[in-house]
């Protein structure tokens, strides 16, 4: 019997919806390197309307579609989670994100109200329906320290959504006895650490033992990283609601944790037990080394605009290492499951040299971003380089998706004959 | 009954799936597969029940997964587990 309370292909998403929220997802990169192109003279002020809008494709059009991409695909098998309806529940969930995050982008720059309310609505909906739909099955399992920081992550995930609908209603005339800028601090500090450090954490709990056979994170670590993490958001949730002044210094411990949730992984990916051919691994390699230096960053305090940069790269790093795993797997695994036994098999799908040319262009865009901070001219260099990673992981989910589907069309079907 | 052995603790993903794949292929019901993992295999559980094979995967004290598969429904796949791990 299964321990993980029977899991059955069925009851995970098909194969379809994954690709639409990695493919959604890619092509937002596509986007945010050309907005990256135009407009890098107008990000270093964070309340500008080009930097919300470039800000919310990146995490709202990238990362949101990877990560809930990913988390409907991983959670069956990772937590053995009986998603219900996984195809009509995902689908709308991926329409409204998807557009939602377009009439965002378009009204943080032509400050549309039809588009706020359409955006109110839509991603009202893309948000409070993927957390509820994934919570409301969690809630029925017995945790692992990666399931119970997946819990966290999305209920960070929900107050950072609840916070920025109250925001667009201040933003509207709707409601005014809110401080717009408390909420933006809170928001932020939600969506950044509590959604998407959290869920990094949770998911590299698990991952970077099982995919790259190092040894296991002490479980006392596991447990408390994340717990820490929320609980040090709540208290800076509630000193600013108070006014207090100096909340934001209780982040630190936050800072610190990166730092060391940074190391501690690189620490296991040095003491792997194999050799790893695998380009995946340099891409949690970036990730973490950026997650470490951007930690140094804030509590150095040295630049806001360098900080952002090195948190855009840990967390656009592990998409790239996620996106190279779940792909090939994915297309490999459904045909197997199906009987298509002359399925391509993964480095078919996926060639690991294509992976490892991919990973060294994010890793120069990577490079170039972090030296644009100070040589503003090297954003063209930066964003060409972008453009091209983004580009080539469109191409990696598009290609993943044909090969999955010429073998349904033209592959030779079988059976497992035992008998 | 005979005995298709595949020690996957010290395999990076994807690897002991494909091999545990490659090795249903040559099943019969005079044979089983048995795998030793870190982890549950899930997918792999997921794909033999899709399958309708007999199954079934147990965790030892030593932290260590036992998954045996068959096609033959008859045979007490539990009986089979070993002491050991190796």
């Known amino acids: 019997m299964f321990q993980n309370s029977g899991l ?31 407009w890098h003279n ?11 809008a470039f800000v919310h494709t990146l995490t709202l059009g990238v990362m949101a579609s990877f990560m809930l991409g ?33 009439f965002l982008v378009v009204y943080f720059i032509n400050g549309s109200l039809i588009l706020l309310y359409l ?6 909906y893309a948000l409070f329906s993927a957390t509820y739909i994934m919570l409301k099955e969690l809630k029925k399992i017995e945790h692992s320290n990666a399931s119970r920081g997946m819990s966290i992550a999305l209920t960070a995930l929900a107050i950072a959504v609840v916070i920025a609908l109250l925001m667009l209603l201040l933003r509207a005339g709707v409601i005014s006895n809110l401080n717009y800028l408390d909420l933006k601090n809170i928001h932020f500090n939600f969506a950044l650490f509590g959604w998407i450090f959290i869920l990094v954490v949770s998911v590299s709990l698990q991952v970077i033992e099982m995919f790259y056979v190092t040894p296991k994170y002490k479980s006392s670590y596991a447990k408390y ?61 970036i990730s973490m080394s950026a997650l470490a230096l951007f930690g140094v960053t804030m509590l150095l305090n040295i630049s806001a605009t360098l900080s952002a940069t090195l948190f855009a790269i840990f967390a656009l790093s ?20 199906q009987g298509y036994f002359d399925a391509p098999m993964m480095h078919e799908v996926v060639s690991l040299k294509y992976a490892r040319v991919n990973m060294w262009i994010l890793f120069i865009a990577s490079i170039f971003s972090i030296v644009a901070v100070y040589f503003n001219k090297i954003y063209y260099i930066a964003t060409f380089f972008w453009f091209i990673s983004f580009f080539m992981l469109l191409l990696t989910i598009y290609r993943a998706w044909h090969k999955y589907l010429h073998t349904l069309k033209y592959g030779k079907k079988m059976n497992f004959s035992f008998n | ?18 091999k545990a794949i490659d090795a249903l292929k040559e099943l019969d019901n005079n044979s089983y597969f048995y795998m030793l993992h870190r ?29 045996l598969i068959s096609p033959n429904s008859d045979i007490e796949l539990d009986n089979f587990i070993k002491l050991k791990d190796s």
């Open chain 2, 39 to 67: 982890k549950e295999p899930v997918p792999l559980l997921a794909l033999a029940s899709e399958h309708n094979l007999n199954f079934t995967s147990k965790l030892k004290d030593d932290g260590n997964w036992h998954i």
């Open chain 1, 225 to 285: 990283i994340t717990i820490t993490t929320i609980t040090t958001l709540f208290i800076y949730a509630i000193l600013t609601f108070i006014n207090c002044k100096e909340s934001s210094i209780i982040l630190t411990i936050i800072y610190l944790a990166t730092i060391a949730h940074a190391l501690y992984t690189l620490y296991n990916i040095k003491r792997k037990k194999r050799p790893v051919n695998d380009a995946t691994i340099w891409f949690w390699v």
């Open chain 1, 70 to 102: 990913a988390l409907f695909q991983m959670m069956p098998v990772i937590c053995g989670v009986h998603i219900k309806a996984p195809i009509n529940a995902s689908m709308r969930v991926n329409y409204a994100l998807f557009f939602g995050t377009i």
């Open chain 1, 8 to 38: 059955s292909l069925e009851q995970a998403p098909p194969i379809k919806v994954i690709f639409r929220f990695f493919l959604s997802g890619a092509i937002f990169g596509v986007v945010a390197s050309i907005m990256l192109f135009f």
């Open chain 1, 318 to 337: 592990v998409v790239f290492a996620m996106v190279y795993k779940i792909v090939p797997f994915l297309v490999w695994f459904h045909l197997n499951a």
């Open chain 1, 42 to 52: 107008n990000l270093s002020n964070f309340s500008n309307p080009t930097t919300l």
């Open chain 2, 1 to 18: 009954m005979r005995e298709l052995f595949l020690d996957a603790r010290e395999l990076e993903h994807p690897t002991p799936l494909e």
């Open chain 1, 119 to 124: 955006t109110f609505l839509s991603l009202g």
